[in-house]
């Protein structure tokens, strides 16, 4: 049982180019998430889906896209990249129906956009 | 301003010395309550989980909730070298797809 895994674990990229950052997770969750994390500023919501197939907007989504095509995955995507999304982003699972609140994170993307 | 304000820190303290850490937050309509632990270059991970106001005590971890001065704390008692690390809080509504709003963190040293 590996939880959440996100990759790559580092990426640096040039302004302007584009990536897909891969997040999976094997607890069977309804609901999954993207975080940045940045000095300062604690972790921003970027996207999240409540399901397969389905996606919406969170708290910093300009710049950023999302697809939830299989439920146990949940891709990232920067179109054109620029050095204000340098940033540590997690991506995180939570089940529906449980007590608790509580989401699983995964270990982290570091990417640096020069 | 702000939905959740955290002192940042750092904060500096000796092996067995009791910690407190705490945030505020304006939103109302948040009912649930948790503290994540972050080590270094690693993913959050849950530490505490509190619905609604009230105490919570999990070995040397007590989370406390003041949901009328919209405050909360988490108290380690006899702390550790291993209990340095980045505590966030976080806090969610019903009815919010379990959308968590985060605290910005405090970075915790304990000293041995």
């Known amino acids: 049982n590996a939880g959440v895994t996100q990759t790559p674990k580092f990426r640096v990229l040039k302004t302007g180019q584009s990536m897909t950052l891969l997040c999976a997770q094997d607890?069977?969750?309804?609901?999954m998430y993207w975080y940045r994390q940045d000095p300062g500023m604690g972790l921003r919501l970027i996207h999240y889906?409540?399901?397969?197939?389905?996606?919406a907007k969170g708290e910093v989504p300009d710049g950023y896209n999302v697809s939830r095509l299989k439920k146990q995955n949940f891709l990232l995507g920067l179109e054109s990249a620029a050095p204000s999304q340098t940033s540590v982003y997690f991506c995180?699972?939570?089940?529906?129906?449980?007590?608790?609140?509580?989401?699983?994170f995964g270990p982290g993307t570091r990417l640096t956009v020069l | 301003q702000k939905e959740v304000e955290q002192d940042p820190g750092p904060l500096s303290v000796p092996e067995g010395a009791i910690v407190s850490l705490n945030c505020t937050y304006s939103?109302?309509?948040?009912?649930?309550f948790m503290w994540y632990r972050q080590y270094s270059r690693k993913g959050p991970e849950l530490l505490m989980y509190?619905?609604?106001?009230g105490n919570k005590e999990d070995g040397r971890f007590t989370a406390q909730v003041d949901k009328s001065s919209k405050y909360i704390s988490l108290f380690i008692r006899d702390s550790q070298p291993s209990d340095s690390a980045t505590y966030l809080c976080?806090?969610?509504?019903?009815?919010?797809?379990?959308?968590?709003?985060f605290g910005s963190g405090t970075q915790l040293t304990v000293l041995p």
């Open positions: 607890m069977n969750h309804e609901y």
């Open positions: 939103n109302s309509a948040f009912q649930y």
């Open positions: 889906s409540v399901g397969e197939g389905t996606t």
């Open positions: 509190t619905y609604s106001s």
């Open positions: 976080a806090m969610s509504a019903s009815g919010s797809a379990r959308q968590l709003t």
């Open positions: 995180a699972s939570t089940e529906t129906g449980a007590s608790t609140d509580t989401q699983y």
